[in-house]
């Protein structure tokens, strides 16, 4: 007998194995004055009462001694129930644990000042509801965070140190971090999650934050809030991930300065978010500059909310294994992303464009546009769509990238302008490069399984090439 699941998954598969997807027609008008100027209306930034709520009179003290951890909560409640402002950290040192932001609340750190993180687990208790590497739990709190709130900012020229380096690396269990995997790692409660998310179990279940479990809080997670703006700070030595909005609508970083090169120390990872400005920041990190997610396996299949609607524009990116990166814990799928106008060069930096994706996580990702990107040299693929990573072809959910537009990028050298590929089964769709120049690229492109590829006006290594 067959089921209605056996027929969907033939039409998506086919007798062969191989995915078949309808001729997708993705119309005639330009994404760049239809999408894009859309994208950009809806995108504005909170706006806040002009009454600032020192955290001095709340009980700060300078100096990087003294707990302030209750002092800037409380500056941030009296702010909150008084209908918002700027809780202001003013110019000095100031050691803190985890910071709950609220409603109409503006974190203003200003020029000259640092908020120096804890380097104790205590200080990230209790417990909060959020996510770690795209998959829901109970964990310490992010060391600033925000759950289910409104009109939301962290602003100023200050800087926010996670002292990652001093106490949270090492949980990594990587000896380069100051770590040794027989006595501190967080491997065996990320098998644990893993094993949690695999069997579906609630997240009311899924409790995690004791001394033991090493799993590094991220640094910034506004969690299910609306109108959200980070601008203007410095963050330095993040635990994990640095700037991580989830399950957010309206957000706008720009301006941050990010410079840490910890274990994955991802700088901004918009996770199944929708209507999402990255302008102006400076990237320097130890993992994806840039990277777009929507949830792991189970779990992102489960909440079911891909991130959409995405712009980063104007951006530098150094060292990082991804500068523009969408992927990998990507199972809730990403559509309508456009990155223009943006700088991108080292050596130390993997990839320019970058799709991580595979038969576990099967996200569908389309509709990314791409335009007059600059990029020095990278030490990989200045192009990179995978299928490969991690887990590969070992999985039962088709990967799919389809729709992605590149236009007027140029680069000085690489290992290999495009390394492109797909499964047997789940081919890549739709790539075009145009007016796109390469300079002296070490290696041959690769492309395997990819259908409708489209160059025009493609030169490498001063060649104008009709295939790669």
Known sequence: MTTRRDFVKTLLIGSAGLAI??????????????????ILTRIVPPKFKKKDYSILKYGAKAGGEVDCRAAINKAIDACNKAGGG?????AGVFLTGAIRLKSNVNLHVSKGATLKFATNHEAYLPVVHTRWEGMELMHL???IYAY????????GEGTLDGQGKSFFWKWHGNPRYGGDPNVISQRDARAKLYEYMDRNAPVAERVFGGEKDYLRPQFIQPYKCKNVLIEGVKI??????????????????RNVHIATHGPNNDGCDPESCKDVLIDSCYFDTGDDCIAIKSGRNNDGRRLNTPTENVIIRNCTMKDGHGGITVGSEISGGVRNVFAHDNKLDSPDLWTAIRFKNNASRGGKLENFYYKNNTIGTVSRAVIEI???????AKGAYIPLVRNVQIDGLTCGSGNRAVDLQGLDNAPIYDVSLKNCTFGAMKNPSIMKNVQGIKLSNVKIGGNLVEIL
């Open 141 to 143: 709190s992010p060391l």
């Open 21 to 38: 997807l309808p001729q997708i027609s993705y119309g005639q008008s330009d994404p760049w004055a239809t999408e894009y100027k859309q």
């Open 386 to 392: 995978d299928f490969n990573y991690e887990e590969g």
């Open 236 to 253: 330095i030595d993040s635990p994990m991930w640095e700037v991580h909005p989830v399950l957010c609508e309206n957000v706008t970083v």
């Open 86 to 90: 700027r809780v202001v950290v003013p």
């Open 148 to 155: 289910e709130q409104t009109n939301i900012a962290i602003t």
